[in-house]
């Protein structure tokens, strides 16, 4: 049983985990074992990663926070992390077999999904697969975007996460809703 790292109660980790484990096991049967996924904004490692090292999988994590690439280290040893903002990604700067997101698109503006998901297309020049967490009805958030600019942004929804995958070259293969937290989710998963 792995021995799980909690932040402080400066909220630096989030406590809420959704079950994904479905899709985590899907995604994983479209990539053969020994290859490497990307989680970009892995948190804390978990679920996700623990899950996909126990599957076989190499594991990168990318997140913004320090104090999260500390606890996905102590989660997650047999990761390889790094202090990352998604938002800084460059096109082919990573080569995996594929790409799990399943907060990071949360936390950024609307505006950069498309060159976001462009990028994790770049990362797998020879097809993957991709598994994204989105919001699930359109909104309208004022927040702090990892550049620190207090900015409003708007998630589409289901259609327009949709279309914003499709348009940056994925192909969706199943979505679904996440009501397991206290917030609802769209899980999609896609190929390149």
Known sequence: M???????????????????????????RLIERGR?????????????????VEQGFAVNGID????????????????????????DLQEGEYCVDGVVSLRAMLQIPRA??????????????????????????????????PHDATAPWTHDGMD?????IEHAGFSIIADGIDRSGDETYQIILARS
């Open 2 to 28: 792995r021995r799980i790292a909690t932040a402080s109660d400066d909220g630096a980790t989030t406590q809420r985990q959704f079950n994904v484990i479905d899709f985590l096991t899907r995604l994983s």
């Open 36 to 52: 490497t996924i990307l989680d970009a904004g892995c948190g804390d490692g978990l679920p996700a990663d623990a899950y996909l």
């Open 64 to 87: 913004a926070s320090a104090r999260m690439i500390e606890l996905a280290r102590k989660n997650v040893p047999e990761g390889f992390y790094e202090v990352k903002n998604l938002i």
């Open 112 to 145: 950069n999904y498309h060159a976001v998901l462009t990028n994790f297309a770049s990362f797998m020049p020879s097809g993957g697969a991709l598994l994204l967490a989105m919001a699930l009805r359109q909104r309208e958030e004022i927040g702090t975007d």
């Open 160 to 164: 327009g996460n949709t279309e914003i």
